[in-house]
């Protein structure tokens, strides 16, 4: 599931989603399933059977989470589920979920990576692509739709090194890894991931 991705590793992988455009229509329906996942996932040890998220990489992580919480809530966010610390041992977060983000608040512009996913709506695709490509971030996108001509159209509009559609798979070991503008240069893996070990050398002869 969507919450299941995002929230591995409490939301600190390179290609988890930060950003939720959700069509008008069924965005209610999204964030309450999403919510509810979110709320049920076991915080812990991940060394104890059962646990699916552990703690933040430092302590210093928690103010930075509650600042783009509190952020999001001044500008007019609803804490669906989380939006806090969970006890006072240890890094931990609780999943949370936002909904109705405005496109000002921090979090809609920058890479939180932790446990947080802010959920914004769309009615119209061109305003979502544009919401979408307004960062200068661009390694991994993730896109859900049932519509043949739309998915093509998002595979050729969505500035980012790597774009699953109806999927969360963009990593594997024959396929090229990598991002674009702020997000990196070049790639690894796949048949491109060579390149940065080859020498290009241009030879033209003419006849003697």
Do not use: W
């Amino acid at each position: 599931s969507a919450a299941a991705f995002k929230f591995r590793n409490a939301g600190q992988v390179c290609i988890s989603p930060t950003r939720f455009y959700v069509q008008e229509k069924v965005v209610d329906q999204f964030a309450d399933a999403f919510a509810k996942t979110a709320s049920e996932l076991k915080i812990g040890n991940g060394m104890e059977e059962g646990v699916f998220m552990g703690p933040l990489i430092a302590e210093r992580r928690l103010a930075v989470m509650q600042e783009f919480v509190d952020d999001a809530k001044a500008h007019g966010a609803e804490v669906m589920t989380g939006g806090e610390r969970i006890g006072n041992q240890g890094f931990f977060y609780a999943p949370t979920v936002l909904k109705n983000v405005s496109e000002d608040a921090r979090i809609m512009n920058e890479e939180p990576f932790g446990p947080l996913a802010p959920i914004s709506s769309f009615t119209d695709f061109d305003d979502m692509i544009a919401r979408a490509n307004k960062l200068e971030f661009g390694l991994a996108a993730y896109a859900f739709t049932q519509n043949g001509a739309q998915a093509a159209l998002l595979g050729e509009r969505i500035e980012a090194g790597m774009l699953a559609v109806n999927s969360f798979v963009v990593s594997t070991p024959e396929t090229p890894f990598g991002g674009i503008n702020d997000s990196g240069y070049g790639s690894e893996g796949g048949i491109e991931g060579l390149d940065a070990y080859l020498r290009t050398k241009f030879v033209t002869e003419i006849g003697v």
